[in-house]
């Protein structure tokens, strides 16, 4: 009998949907480890910009990042948040997309942007400044709407 039962929950719980169901335009294996939000991004020319960013908060989270992610829609992207400003440092290892890098500071202005990263590589790329904050977007995303060093970074409700 305990065997049955325990068969009968091992397939339910196979045929359950997720309990929460992914977003749209989302990357579902970023989904269970991270959580989500919208920043705006205000570009060098003043345009305001509507990025979904997976938000890595924590010592796991900042580990993990991007790693082993195959593609990632147009408007997402990852914001690794410190609580600290200082020099941050950055690398490809076991992240398969080329991606651009925008550091920024506590109050969300941009210190540099490194673009067109290569991935699986362990070359370190580096924030010109004391930093809080780490955009990743897919590779050319800075160049091709204006993301430089007169950007800032607003996170809503903050």
Request: proline share 5%.
């Amino acid at each position: 009998m305990r065997i049955w039962l325990l068969a009968l929950t091992v397939s339910l719980a196979a045929c359950s949907p997720p309990a929460t169901a992914p977003r749209a335009g989302t990357v579902p294996d970023l989904d269970a480890w991270f959580g989500f939000e919208t920043l705006t991004v205000f570009n060098d020319r003043g345009d305001e910009l509507e990025f979904d960013v997976y938000v890595a908060d924590d010592f796991e989270q900042q580990r993990r990042g991007l790693m082993f992610v195959r593609d990632m829609p147009e408007r997402t992207g990852m914001l690794f948040v410190y609580e600290r400003e200082e020099i941050r440092s950055m690398w490809m290892k076991n992240t398969y997309i080329p991606l651009d890098m925008v550091f920024a500071r506590a109050d969300g202005s941009v210190v540099n942007v490194v673009t067109d990263t290569v991935p699986q590589t362990t070359s370190s790329h580096r924030s010109a400044g004391p930093a809080s904050y780490v955009l990743e977007l897919n590779a050319g995303t800075a160049r091709r709407l204006g993301i430089g060093t007169g950007s800032r970074l607003v996170r809503e409700d903050r």
